[in-house]
């Protein structure tokens, strides 16, 4: 009974390289979520989607920032022309049942 | 935005005490869920409150949803070594929408055995 998986779990770029996460829902969840957290903080929504659709990306950038979540694959949270401001951890979470979100381990990406 | 303020920042306990916790919006909530962080991975869900007033349990741990629904706890009894880590609120309501978690800062638990 897999849980919700990420990878890569490090991703290391230099400025101005595009990054890619990718998350695997558990199984029989349609509903994918990414966060982002800083150290010492807590995690701050990005964007919510189901398959094909993105349903509320409000707490996504308005640049550079994109993410998907396909018919087939994993959602893929896409950060093109990165810079050192992007450093942090990325967790996806995933539900079957509203609110109840499982996390995942996290990609935690380092700009240098 | 909406946020959640958790307190305490930080508890430094002995093994064996309890510790209590507790998270406040100055806007009401739908649902509040209580995950605990460990260094490197990600969040995992504790416990999940959906109605006014629930108190619910799991194991030594036990949280209730404030009646107001702007607040909520979680209590843990007679702590042990593995209890180590960062506890972190989230709650979800009718001004930020159903489907997003707003999250406090956290309470790091360090336990002295």
């Known amino acids: 009974n897999a849980g919700v998986m990420q990878n890569p779990r490090h991703l290391v770029r230099r400025r101005g390289q595009e990054a890619r996460l990718r998350c695997s829902p558990m199984?029989?969840?349609?509903?994918v979520y990414w966060y982002r957290q800083l150290p010492e903080e807590g995690l701050k929504f990005m964007v919510y989607l189901q398959k094909e659709n993105i349903i509320d990306e409000s707490g996504m950038p308005k640049e550079r920032f994109s993410a998907e979540f396909p018919k087939e694959g994993p959602s893929i949270l896409r950060i093109q022309q990165v810079v050192r401001g992007d450093s942090a951890a990325y967790f996806c979470?995933?539900?079957?049942?509203?609110?109840?979100?499982?996390f995942g381990p996290g990609t935690r990406l380092t700009v240098t | 935005g909406q946020q959640l303020n958790q307190s305490p920042q930080s508890m430094f306990i002995q093994e064996g005490e309890d510790v209590s916790m507790n998270c406040t919006s100055s806007?009401?909530?739908?649902?509040w869920l209580w995950y605990k962080q460990e260094p490197g991975e990600g969040p995992v869900l504790l416990i999940a409150l959906y109605k006014a007033g629930e108190l619910t349990s799991n194991g030594r741990l036990t949280a209730q949803f404030g009646i107001t629904r702007k607040d909520s706890f979680l209590n843990i009894s007679a702590s042990i070594p593995s209890d180590v880590g960062i506890y972190f609120c989230?709650?979800?309501?009718?001004?930020?929408?159903?489907?997003?978690?707003?999250f406090g800062q956290g309470t790091r638990l360090t336990i002295n055995p």
């Open positions: 989230a709650g979800s309501g009718p001004i930020q929408g159903a489907q997003k978690l707003v």
């Open positions: 806007s009401i909530f739908n649902t």
């Open positions: 199984k029989g969840h349609s509903h």
């Open positions: 979470a995933s539900s079957g049942q509203p609110y109840e979100q499982y």
